[in-house]
């Protein structure tokens, strides 16, 4: 016994050199004095014996396990996680617009009618897009893009990218995002050249977005558009937006008055996509992407790796 107790300590000094210190086998074998077999066989007992544990820790392995959850979590089509080296909201929306880009690139066809949103996460990935010319593919703005304010959406510049990536033209809704009535959007609606722009948007198989928040530097309110009163109703009662139609905690829509004078998709026609992928992440989008994920609206979620831990805490 008391030779065996000798034998582990000799094991756990040889494992700390080797382990800790990054000692050598020869270094080790000097230090304490011994053969270098012996040394082998010292860090051979104290693996055997549970001294030493090594763990190998796989991002990939780990992201794909994580994207397994947080699709099991809210019934998605697919999960993709962006490694993102730090939770820095502006890092991982550079993370994520590269991951969303290499998905689109990966399922796009030709004769798909890809409907995007606007923001600087769908800026991102539309300049990380891969020349691909497709036969019969269409782009089509899937929200109206105008603003009342020096604040960009992006909009113009997104449709262009996807265009000019895939050897298509891009459709364009020329409208603001909202209406001061419900009765001046519908008139506008009637237009046919508005109309043809809108169907094309309802009949997308692929559909493109991000979620917005209605924290005070949301881009929707620093647009314009958004007076106090109506700000403060949103600040309330929702959570976020998709295509600039506030929904609250629970995936509905927080003012059908809002939404009725909002321009674009209607929320419901995002869940009859053959792929309605949200592109979002970052600390402050967690309540927004889990109520959109409540809600239906996407069957794809690309994120980063500290989002998807939290959409999985409640």
Request: aromatic share 8%; glycine share 8%.
């Amino acid at each position: 016994m008391p030779m065996q107790h000798d034998k582990n300590k000799l094991a756990i000094s040889a494992a700390k050199l080797y382990y800790q210190s990054n000692f050598s086998q020869a270094e080790i074998a000097k230090e304490m004095k011994l053969s270098r077999p012996s040394v082998s066989r010292l860090l051979q007992h104290a693996k055997d014996k549970g001294f030493v544990r090594i763990e190998i820790f796989d991002p990939i392995e780990d992201q794909s396990q994580l994207a397994q959850k947080v699709a099991a979590a809210y019934g998605l089509r697919d999960v993709c996680i962006a490694n993102a080296p730090i939770e820095d909201e502006e890092e991982i929306k550079k993370y994520i617009g590269q991951r969303g880009a290499a998905y689109v690139n990966d399922i796009i066809q030709g004769g798909d009618i890809i409907g995007v949103g606007w923001g600087t996460t769908l800026k991102n990935l539309s300049h990380q897009l891969l020349p691909h010319p497709l036969k019969g593919a269409q782009i089509v703005q899937l929200e109206g893009g105008i603003t009342l304010s020096t604040s960009e959406t992006y909009a113009n510049e997104i449709l262009e990218k996807f265009a000019s990536n895939y050897s298509t033209i891009a459709q364009y809704l020329p409208l603001p995002v909202l209406f001061d009535s419900k009765e001046v959007k519908e008139m506008v609606y009637r237009d046919r050249h508005i109309k043809r722009v809108l169907e094309l948007g309802r009949n997308a198989n692929i559909a493109i977005f991000s979620v917005g928040t209605v924290r005070d530097n949301a881009l929707f309110f620093r647009l314009g558009y958004a007076d106090s009163q109506e700000k403060n109703y949103l600040k309330t009662h929702a959570v976020g937006d998709i295509c600039s139609r506030f929904f609250d905690k629970d995936g509905n829509i927080s003012s059908q008055e809002l939404n009725d004078r909002t321009v674009g998709i209607d929320l419901a026609d995002l869940r009859n996509k053959e792929y309605s992928i949200l592109l979002s992440g970052g600390d402050g989008k967690v309540d927004s992407i889990r109520a959109a994920l409540k809600g239906g609206y996407a069957n794809v979620l690309i994120t980063d790796q500290f989002t998807a831990k939290k959409l999985l805490s409640e």
